[in-house]
């Protein structure tokens, strides 16, 4: 008699129905558990990426962006039409190293991103933008990219004769406009006093006093007093040719343009109707510039950015002019003098006091070559253009009688104002630089070839700003990334309305209300965001407080926070999963899990149906 043991024919296809069921579930969690991070990479189909630090990212070759200054950090953005978001954000990052964050929408498709290398939370460079951009641009996800470029006003003045100044070219003053024009700093001219009504400085002014003590070399007859007119004679209106120079009008339709176009004039007159003044008188007028007291004299608020004076004697600099230069240099003004036309002889006092910045001049708008009155010496900080032949090889500025008159000169006297007029627009970038700064920095920009000029570093306007200021203006976009996010704990305690009170709002209504509330354009990201993408799309509110705007997620309800120049804040951007841990990309079961699963069944059932092959024991 033979018994037959059943157990095992139903033991062998459930065994096998459980490994069918865990192949097949192995295929559904796979997307689960992409993002999960291990020794420092982030893993996705079972495929490592580099987190951060690779050497590959150093590899990449800067692309040709032609002389395009850009954001750094912004990128411009369109994806392909299937992308979507919550599914595919995290994994372009994984594939690129390029982790982004959402800022705003753009037109035709395109968003606003902030860039960055995955895993590195600072700002990138330019360069490092760039490259960003091109490793982003490589991603199948995405159909266009482009970094945000940095643009600004070309700033030419159409002042009807500065064509005719060479010597404004020669230092490059328009690419140097176009990074300042200046910001209102006070440049105090110790000369001939100004030529108050002329077109090109009347708007310009903004004190004066006259510190010549002599009344018969001050041409007015009554000594010191604080109407700082140029009272003509044998001055030839030396102060308001130098003040043109550093300050004229710009854009007004007449003459020319100075070299800083919001400066404000503080005239010292000390030097009378015959062009000669005391060094007593001299001091005077410095130390007021320079906000101290001066007995007799109205005391100034405050002292100057800048001192020129286009004036001086060929002697030492003795140790009353030492002590009042140095007093100008500790009140934080910069003295600026010409070193003299007397080629033969030593530089001019105050040239050669130590605290003063010493001015040579040179000729030639392209061939530069050492003026041949220049006094020159190892003093000489910087040559500026101050003519060298007649008519147009000349300085081009203000002149007097008459308030619409102009003519050209040459000397260290129009040199020297060169130099001042870029320092205060080298201070209007950086309000603290010193004395020795700057001249280092003239020492390091001044680098155009001049004839006779002995190595001594060229004016250049252009050089020095951008020395002092690579990317000017791009502050804007990093004040938007310090002002601080709402608070969250007050967002999660301010629950945002329910759908009904949304419905029932004007801006949903359809009613004549619907103006209060305009829409700005919806992001396309080629098509609607599918359910699970909590995006918050910004909706201007008129007629509210400043900075104020109402997100609506997809489901309909509201929700109102605060924005900082139309950026929305970090803690209410679409998630973007920059630093996943353990995070689903999706889990939905995959097609071939559920078809090993469903043949498995069925492989089951008909076993189940099948006679065993029985295990015969004897009884």
């Known amino acids: 008699m033979y018994n037959i043991d059943m157990s095992f024919v139903f033991w062998r296809p459930s065994i096998t129905f459980l490994l069918m069921l865990t192949l097949s579930m192995s ?66 990052m994984l594939r690129t190293g390029v982790a982004f964050d959402y800022l705003k929408p753009l037109n035709f498709g395109y968003v606003l991103l902030d860039i960055r290398f995955l895993g590195k939370a600072e700002r990138p460079s330019e360069d490092d933008t760039l490259k960003l951009v091109a490793m982003l641009r490589q991603d199948q996800m995405v159909r266009n990219t482009e970094a945000d470029a940095w643009m600004k ?11 005719e100044m060479w010597h404004l070219r020669s230092i490059g003053a328009e690419a140097g406009w176009d990074v300042t024009t200046g910001g209102g700093q006070e440049v105090c001219v110790i000369d001939t006093g100004t030529l108050l009504q002329h077109e090109d400085l009347v ?19 009554n000594g010191r007093d604080d109407n700082e007119f140029d009272e003509g004679g044998g001055s030839g209106y030396h102060g308001s040719h130098v003040a043109g120079t550093i300050l004229a009008e710009v854009n007004n339709g007449k003459g020319i343009p100075g070299l800083n176009w919001s400066a404000k004039l503080v005239t010292g007159r000390a030097l009378g109707v015959t062009g000669g003044g005391s060094s007593s008188d001299i001091a005077d007028a410095i130390l007021w510039c320079s906000g101290y007291d001066v007995n007799g004299v109205t005391s100034r608020t405050r002292p100057v950015d800048v001192i020129n004076m ?14 009042v230069v140095t007093a100008a240099e500790d009140a934080g003004v910069i003295v600026v003098s010409a070193t003299g036309n007397s080629p033969s002889r030593q530089i001019s006092m105050p040239a050669n006091c130590t605290g003063s910045l010493a001015v040579a001049a040179y000729g030639g708008e392209t061939n530069r070559r050492r003026s041949s009155y220049s006094t020159f010496g190892d ?14 090889q000349t300085v081009l500025s203000i002149t007097g009688p008459s308030s619409t008159t102009y003519k050209w000169s040459q000397g260290t006297s129009m040199a020297t104002p060169h130099a001042a007029g870029v320092i205060s627009l080298m201070l209007d970038l950086d309000p603290n630089l010193t ?9 390091e920009t001044g680098t155009a070839s001049c004839q006779n000029c002995n190595g001594k570093p060229i004016l250049n306007m252009e050089g020095l700003l951008n020395a002092i200021d690579p990317v000017a203006g791009g502050g804007d976009e990093e004040e938007t990334e310090e002002d601080p996010p709402p608070n969250e704990e007050e967002e999660e305690n301010d629950p945002p309305p329910n759908e009904e009170e949304e419905e029932d709002s004007p801006s949903d209504d359809g009613s004549d209300d619907d103006d209060e509330t305009r829409r700005r354009p919806e992001l396309v990201l080629g098509g609607e965001p599918d359910e699970d993408t909590e995006f918050r799309t910004p909706v201007i509110v008129d007629g509210g407080e400043e900075g104020e ?24 951007r679409p998630p973007v999963y920059n630093q996943p841990t353990g995070l689903c990309q999706s889990t939905s079961p995959s097609v071939f899990g559920l078809f090993i699963l469903l043949f498995g069944c069925l492989w089951y059932l008909r076993r189940s149906r099948e006679p065993a092959n029985a295990i015969v024991s004897r009884a």
Do not use: M
Not at 205 to 212: K, L, M, R, T, V
Not at 310 to 322: A, E, R, V
Not at 379 to 392: F, K, L, Q, T
Not at 435 to 443: G, H, M, Q, V, Y
């Open 379 to 392: 003093g000489v900080d910087v040559v500026a253009p101050g003519g060298d032949g007649s008519g147009s």
């Open 153 to 163: 006003a070309y700033a030419t003045p159409t002042d009807p004769r500065f064509n």
């Open 203 to 221: 708007s310009r002014i903004e004190d004066g006093y006259d510190f010549i003590s002599s009344p018969q070399s001050g041409g007015d007859g």
């Open 27 to 92: 295929f559904s969690v796979s997307a689960e558990i992409a993002l999960l991070p291990d020794n420092n990479h982030y893993y996705q189909d079972g495929d490592a990426f580099p987190q951060v630090d690779t050497p590959w990212v150093d590899q990449i070759e800067i692309p040709d962006n032609g002389f395009a200054e850009v954001v750094p950090g912004r990128a411009k953005v369109r994806f392909k039409d299937h992308f979507i978001w919550s599914q595919d954000a995290a994994t372009i």
């Open 549 to 572: 705007n109402v997100y609506i997620p997809p489901d309909g309800s509201g929700y109102t926070g605060e924005t900082t120049n139309g950026y929305v804040p970090p803690t209410q």
């Open 435 to 443: 004395r020795t700064e700057i001249k280092a920095l003239f020492d």
């Open 310 to 323: 286009s004036l001086g004697s060929h002697t030492n600099c003795d140790s009353y002019t030492q002590q």
